[in-house]
């Protein structure tokens, strides 16, 4: 810390010194005409460079310098990418090269230069004006991407966009997914609306809400945990195709597949089925992995992944039985299948509910199991407080969950819409939520008043973006994929 407090006293020195000759550190009117992209697009091909009367200017950072006495090399990193700049002493004057020597790795400079190739044939940019535009006071870390502590990295995220090309080449193919799955709904006659982040009755998901309170109203309020509601309201509006990309909210554990703040796309579809969005998320994740990555077949922290079409469906009772060390007799008998979940290493109270014991089973030894894309479908009534029953079994709902390299990407199901089985089922939950359950379900009136006013037959589904992205970025941590994940707060 002496070390670092030293550099920075010596830099304020020197912006202390700018000042005093009268010049701004900080100025505000150089407008860059060009990138460094734009060069290497344009120069990158030609052999011989004949373009000394051609004037290119560029904005960014010092990235790295060699200096050779009256003459200096300088990496410039402006947000296209990096190239070489070459200052001569006799070419921008003996004043401003004397101005250019107090300049340091970090600062923000403007220039102005011809294109030209050196002698061992790197594209470069031959200066002949250059400024300083921002003063770094900090320096910029050497081997950062090396840092043991990674948390550094996510805190200063700002440092690590500078340092790391590879971590900014994520967020552009994040932003760039995202465009895509925008574009991909609006072509299908989707509308994309808004609907209202803070909830008087949090619901649309069994997950635990954040609480804060409306001062003038007196009341509290809950960060969402999902649309789902108030997206189905408008579909009984008269709304038929819906669509949300924004912020979900869950007071929950943080891992490197959960963040409490995370993006999510929900769109509900009137006249179709779970069935129907099956056929449509296949069509979407390989329309975007084909744009994005340019295959349906690439790697995912070591797994090989394909979307080929088409992709793999099991219900979960199927699944329980083919990867996990059960046979079906055991499985559909209660009593057998919670000795059996006990003896995996489940510490599950006596009297769980038979649909919420064969999802635990499920959660321990199929989902990490399945790697390439697969629907799991079939899921038990009593964990699917909003999905329609099946019309041959009411102890399941014609919901499927996408599990894509061991995690879920995708939930999606046929809609509830007789008002009179939601109300039972959230009294269900209520009834649950009494018994210390705290992700169970609120009761919602006026969701039930939107049903009875007539939900036309409607499937609806929520994607989670940031896993989408972790997935076709090859990115271990969800906190790789979100600019400024949640943390504890910072040691001081």
């Not at 925008?182 to 808004?194: G, Q, S, W």
């Not at 894509?404 to 939601?422: K, M, T, Y």
Request: glycine share 6%; hydrophobic share 40%.
């Amino acid at each position: 810390m002496e070390e670092l407090s030293e550099l920075l006293l010596q830099r304020r020195r020197k912006v202390d010194a700018i000042w005093e000759a009268g010049l701004n550190p900080y100025p505000n009117d150089f407008k860059p005409l060009h990138t460094s992209a734009d060069i290497v697009a344009t120069y990158g091909p030609v052999e011989v460079i004949d373009a000394i009367d051609t004037t290119c200017s560029l904005g960014g950072r010092i990235m790295a310098r060699r200096s050779f006495g009256k003459a200096a090399f300088i990496q410039l990193q402006d947000r296209t990418g990096r190239i070489q700049l070459y200052i001569k002493k006799d070419e921008i004057g003996a004043e401003a090269y004397s101005v250019f020597e107090s300049f340091d790795i970090g600062d923000i400079i403007g220039v102005e230069g011809y294109p030209f190739r050196t002698k061992t044939g790197e594209l470069s940019l031959y200066v002949s004006m250059i400024r300083l535009l921002v003063k770094s006071l900090l320096p910029l870390p050497e081997k950062f991407h090396g840092l043991t502590d990674i948390e550094t990295r996510y805190r200063q995220r700002y440092v690590d966009l500078i340092i790391n090309p590879e971590v900014r080449d994520v967020f552009y193919k994040r932003s760039r997914i995202v465009s895509l799955i925008r574009a991909f709904m609006v072509a299908r006659e989707f509308l994309e609306v808004e609907t209202p982040m803070m909830h008087q009755i949090p619901g649309g998901a069994t997950a635990r809400p954040f609480v804060t309170h409306h001062n003038t109203l007196d009341m509290e309020l809950y960060l969402r945990v999902a649309p789902e509601l108030y997206l189905k309201r408008l579909v009984v509006g008269g709304m038929d195709r819906v669509f949300e990309i924004n912020r979900n909210f869950r007071n929950e554990g943080i891992s490197v597949r959960h963040n409490p703040e995370f993006t999510m796309m929900e769109f509900y579809q009137a006249y179709a089925t779970y069935e129907d969005l099956m056929d449509f998320t296949e069509e979407l994740f390989c329309t975007i992995a084909q744009e994005v990555l340019g295959t349906l077949d690439f790697s995912n922290q070591g797994l090989d992944i394909s979307f080929q079409r088409p992709w793999k469906r099991l219900t979960v009772r199927d699944a329980i039985l083919e990867y996990g060390d059960i046979e079906a007799q055991q499985l559909d008998d209660y009593d057998l299948a919670l000795s059996y979940a006990r003896s995996i290493g489940l510490n599950l109270n006596d009297g769980i509910g038979y649909g919420k014991l064969v999802m635990e089973i499920f959660d321990e030894v199929v989902e990490h199991k399945l790697i390439q894309p697969t629907f799991i479908t079939s899921y038990p009534t009593e964990v699917s407080p909003l999905s329609r029953k099946n019309d041959q079994n009411p102890e399941i709902v014609d919901r499927f969950e996408l599990i894509i390299a061991g995690r879920e990407i995708a939930n999606a199901f046929s809609e509830l819409n007789d008002p009179v089985d939601q109300k039972e089922r959230f009294l269900a939950q209520v009834a649950e939520k009494d018994k210390g359950d705290e992700e169970a379900h609120y009761m919602d009136e006026d969701y039930v008043r939107a049903l009875e006013y007539g939900l036309p037959p409607t499937a609806g589904e929520g994607i989670g973006i940031d896993r989408l992205v972790m997935l076709l970025t090859d990115s271990p941590s969800i906190r790789d994929v979100i600019l400024f994940p949640q943390l504890r707060k910072e040691a001081r």
